[in-house]
């Protein structure tokens, strides 16, 4: 049961049970950033879902190839044939040489990445570092006859192609409706028809990013690159393609066009797309200039925030919603999920001290099927969220004598915690990996609150309250609760 | 004087002053790692020489752009034209994509560069992403007719370009030298002369790393990627290139007759080559079998270490001697460094809590100018480190009140310090990094201490015994001292 993996392919529009092509092998591809401009929120986003996917498939012993790219070239403002490539315009604002600015952001990128314990991907292709590949799948096409040179410039021939095969499949848009909503954009009458879409652009004389070709000195479409390296390093037909919901037309509508024309054969198996993180209601992007970056968010430092926020609960904040449901982003929000997330991980230790029984009025493998159950339900996260707060009051009633646990349960039980919380959804204890000096810390704090118990059942109120003060000499609080006394710093 | 930095050019033997060819702007191209397996200490020192000469720059305003390559592709076992790929070897032996290889490498470099506080270099280019740009050399040279196709490979002709030029003024070795030393392997034969060397090799049928040329499918020399990415990112003519001595023939030798005999002019001004770390009198290297890797220093998992070391205490080592010199690796040698490294760190703290007074006894500006004058004398870090130790005992001398420093002396004597030790030397407090808890931990052993006493006073051994019981239990140990209990962690 645990093996078989449902999941939501936009491209039949329904849920399929997901079969690799080589089994134990899964070939996964994502796109990646356009390294011009800090991580956001709407970065993060893609980036844990397809995390979840990874971990998830290598905890079921599959062996997965995971390779999300960084877009370094060829993608023009607008998202569209022409204008200026983002990376150029960012370098030459600055001054530099645009793959400094694709080294920079690459780094910063990759440092959130890591923050958010975002795991890194098997091979992470720079699209400048494909031209040569990109260059081969062009003349492909060429040769297949779904593409045209127009002056050193090649379009793909939509129009023809979608007559042998279907433009439109992916995103469900008719081609005529594409054409509709295409704009016409200075320098489009190069194209028979203004959905076809640019393989090869020459360069303009004050172009940067340019490469020889035998076409012109110029340089990819923003399109292909993906397929070209999807296919180099996952096979012509490979298992499944992520993205953002965003990116489905016209790029990776575009994506399957190219592969097919050039190969002739099925492109990706199954398409999994996130949806967005809005605010009110409006999606948060660079271009739409309503996003808050991830570091604003780690320091607190946008005037929408109250507070700093850790990359875990923002993680955390992610995964309350199903990949596929958009998340409307707010303050109130944020400091629900850091509350959830403290429960959840304050369990986990609870349950690391648990003392088992000779017993159990416990059902742990019930919660453990469930919690299966809904992760390979197209990676049901909220679902799998809620199963583990009922595992949480599970615990707690544990602790306090309400309910008992064998031992066999109970290793059962932190099994189950240990693999989904840290292992699937990446969850991490925050302040162990901020310092390597928690352990040392929580046991000096225990024997600490210990000797205050010690003192309140004593009547010594001149120890316990000289532990107080003390604690909040070093900005450390005490509150007494049902489970006893918990403690937390203060700023 | 300041900004006038003397640097030995191994192409003049002999020291020269630095005159950058735009100024404030300098260009530095630097050999970075083959990546098919971890770092180890040979690649630290050529990391670190070179992170302080971009530093230095740095600090004195200097605009620099940093290029420092990884190496995915050609560089064939025992360095020469034949044999496997050492990647693609890897990638066969452990049966995954050579471009996963390269990732997890290229990840695990950046982790321990990271841990030794290199900063990244402003560009980090891969020779698997410019395939285009030395397909692109290659023709040049055969235009410029130096060099010659044979079954679909390409070979520079070493000894036509030598009656031109002169292969062999970076090394200093004649090419009659040369010719007698290289080692005549399978396969040589298509060469014209055995000193020649491949710039496009034809691949095998087993050959994984691939791409189309005129010539052949196939794949670059491994000389060939860094004259290319070195032009590309700097210039055909660009002041400085860096790399460890080891590099000098046939590489470095090689990359001037490749770039020369494509441009016709220069290529590198300044030629800057740090020695080698020996262990016994032997390079260090991988090939030879004989390397600690830096996470075996970092843990002390190695035999030939007494404990674990930290980045900074490696780093401190290396920058203990000049970096043309050779480093003779020893246990005894790295706990000298770490003990000299806690001094000088110590003294930085000392530095900030110093007192002025109204006159100083001593002269900061001679021991300021000094320094500078050591760094700018072709980056002599031992000298610097050496001055920086004749200020520890002044700044102890003031702390015991033996020397006195006005308001603006200590001021200059902090910049000094901190410029020095954290910006030049990047070096850091270590334990600082470490652990952001320390001052919650003495915080809390100090209220626990006290509890410990008053129990003790009050003759209660049972709370005494419980917190001597309850520390042992996370590894603390309390000692009664003449000046009171002190406590510490064991192992």
Same mark, same amino acid.
């Given at each position: 049961?645990?093996?078989?993996?449902?999941?939501?392919?936009?491209?039949?529009?329904?849920?399929?049970?997901?079969?690799?092509?080589?089994?134990?092998?899964?070939?996964?591809?994502?796109?990646?950033?356009?390294?011009?401009?800090?991580?956001?929120?709407?970065?993060?986003?893609?980036?844990?879902?397809?995390?979840?996917?990874?971990?998830?498939?290598?905890?079921?012993?599959?062996?997965?190839?995971?390779?999300?790219?960084?877009?370094?070239?060829?993608?023009?403002?607008?998202?569209?044939?022409?204008?200026?490539?983002?990376?150029?315009?960012?370098?030459?604002?600055?001054?530099?040489?645009?793959?400094?600015?694709?080294?920079?952001?690459?780094?910063?990128?990759?440092?959130?990445?890591?923050?958010?314990?975002?795991?890194?991907?098997?091979?992470?292709?720079?699209?400048?570092?494909?031209?040569?590949?990109?260059?081969?799948?062009?003349?492909?096409?060429?040769?297949?006859?779904?593409?045209?040179?127009?002056?050193?410039?090649?379009?793909?021939?939509?129009?023809?192609?979608?007559?042998?095969?279907?433009?439109?499949?992916?995103?469900?848009?008719?081609?005529?409706?594409?054409?509709?909503?295409?704009?016409?954009?200075?320098?489009?009458?190069?194209?028979?028809?203004?959905?076809?879409?640019?393989?090869?652009?020459?360069?303009?004389?004050?172009?940067?990013?340019?490469?020889?070709?035998?076409?012109?000195?110029?340089?990819?479409?923003?399109?292909?690159?993906?397929?070209?390296?999807?296919?180099?390093?996952?096979?012509?037909?490979?298992?499944?393609?992520?993205?953002?919901?965003?990116?489905?037309?016209?790029?990776?509508?575009?994506?399957?066009?190219?592969?097919?024309?050039?190969?002739?054969?099925?492109?990706?198996?199954?398409?999994?797309?996130?949806?967005?993180?809005?605010?009110?209601?409006?999606?948060?992007?660079?271009?739409?200039?309503?996003?808050?970056?991830?570091?604003?968010?780690?320091?607190?430092?946008?005037?929408?925030?109250?507070?700093?926020?850790?990359?875990?609960?923002?993680?955390?904040?992610?995964?309350?919603?199903?990949?596929?449901?958009?998340?409307?982003?707010?303050?109130?929000?944020?400091?629900?999920?850091?509350?959830?997330?403290?429960?959840?991980?304050?369990?986990?230790?609870?349950?690391?001290?648990?003392?088992?029984?000779?017993?159990?009025?416990?059902?742990?493998?019930?919660?453990?099927?469930?919690?299966?159950?809904?992760?390979?339900?197209?990676?049901?996260?909220?679902?799998?969220?809620?199963?583990?707060?009922?595992?949480?009051?599970?615990?707690?009633?544990?602790?306090?004598?309400?309910?008992?646990?064998?031992?066999?349960?109970?290793?059962?039980?932190?099994?189950?915690?240990?693999?989904?919380?840290? $292992?699937?959804?990446?969850?991490?204890? !925050?302040? *162990?990996?901020?310092?390597?000096? &928690?352990?040392?810390? +929580? #046991? %000096?704090?225990?024997?600490?609150? $210990?000797?205050?118990?010690?003192?309140? !059942?004593? *009547?010594?109120?001149?120890?316990? &309250?000289?532990?107080? +003060? #003390? %604690?909040?000499?070093?900005?450390?609080?005490?509150?007494?609760?049902?489970?006893?006394?918990?403690?937390?710093?203060?700023?």
């Amino acid at each position: 049961m645990e093996n078989s993996i449902s999941l939501y392919n936009t491209l039949t529009r329904k849920k399929e049970n997901f079969e690799p092509l080589n089994p134990p092998h899964v070939g996964l591809y994502v796109c990646g950033p356009t390294v011009y401009g800090d991580a956001h929120l709407g970065h993060a986003r893609p980036a844990i879902t397809f995390d979840i996917v990874f971990r998830y498939f290598q905890h079921l012993d599959y062996k997965v190839r995971y390779v999300r790219n960084i877009t370094d070239v060829g993608h023009l403002e607008n998202d569209a044939d022409e204008g200026e490539d983002k990376i150029a315009k960012k370098a030459r604002l600055e001054q530099l040489e645009p793959m400094e600015i694709v080294q920079y952001y690459t780094n910063r990128y990759h440092k959130n990445m890591e923050q958010l314990n975002v795991l890194p991907p098997s091979i992470e292709p720079h699209a400048s570092g494909h031209i040569i590949e990109q260059i081969d799948m062009i003349k492909k096409i060429l040769t297949a006859g779904y593409a045209y040179e127009k002056n050193g410039s090649v379009y793909f021939d939509v129009v023809k192609y979608d007559k042998d095969h279907n433009y439109g499949k992916l995103s469900g848009r008719s081609i005529e409706e594409a054409l509709e909503n295409t704009r016409t954009l200075a320098g489009q009458a190069e194209k028979n028809n203004q959905v076809d879409f640019a393989l090869w652009k020459k360069a303009s004389p004050e172009h940067i990013m340019r490469w020889p070709s035998p076409w012109s000195d110029g340089f990819p479409g923003w399109h292909l690159e993906c397929s070209v390296m999807g296919c180099k390093y996952l096979g012509e037909t490979f298992d499944i393609h992520g993205g953002g919901m965003d990116l489905i037309f016209p790029h990776h509508e575009s994506e399957i066009a190219q592969a097919v024309a050039a190969n002739g054969k099925d492109h990706v198996r199954y398409w999994m797309h996130n949806n967005m993180i809005t605010i009110d209601g409006q999606k948060m992007g660079k271009s739409l200039n309503n996003f808050i970056t991830l570091d604003e968010f780690f320091s607190g430092s946008h005037q929408a925030l109250s507070q700093a926020y850790s990359p875990i609960t923002i993680r955390f904040f992610i995964l309350q919603a199903h990949y596929r449901s958009t998340v409307d982003f707010s303050n109130d929000a944020l400091v629900a999920a850091e509350k959830g997330m403290t429960r959840m991980l304050t369990a986990v230790e609870t349950l690391a001290a648990l003392e088992p029984s000779e017993k159990s009025t416990v059902d742990v493998n019930a919660l453990r099927k469930k919690c299966y159950k809904a992760m390979s339900d197209d990676f049901n996260s909220p679902v799998v969220i809620a199963h583990l707060f009922d595992g949480v009051k599970m615990i707690n009633s544990i602790k306090d004598g309400k309910e008992q646990i064998t031992t066999a349960d109970l290793e059962v039980l932190r099994k189950l915690y240990n693999d989904f919380v840290f $292992d699937i959804l990446g969850l991490r204890m !925050e302040t *162990k990996e901020a310092s390597g000096n &928690d352990e040392v810390v +929580d #046991g %000096l704090m225990e024997l600490i609150l $210990d000797m205050r118990k010690q003192a309140k !059942e004593n *009547k010594d109120w001149g120890t316990a &309250d000289k532990i107080r +003060d #003390g %604690l909040k000499s070093i900005k450390i609080e005490v509150k007494d609760t049902r489970e006893g006394a918990v403690w937390n710093t203060i700023d």
